[in-house]
């Protein structure tokens, strides 16, 4: 798998591991899938509106959607042995 990603959420104490502090709430963004805290001035990709934060999804969660093979690479063969 590769990482080309250098975005980083927050560990179990609710600092961020990328410069180390405890972001307050307001610039703290939790992913909705994850649940997973992340400092909002740390991330390289920030949602473009408030609206977006709601459903905002991190790096980790939107890259496993987008990596899914494209349908034409499905396999049907096998089948039968
Ligand atoms: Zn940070
Ligand atoms: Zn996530």
Redesign the pocket.
Known sequence: MAHDSSDLPCDGDGH?M????K?PEEETLTCKTCVTPW?L??LSSRPETLARVAQWECPDCSSLVSSGPPPAVRRWRGVGI
Do not use: E, T
């Open positions: 961020c990328i410069c180390k502090i972001p400092h001035n740390c």
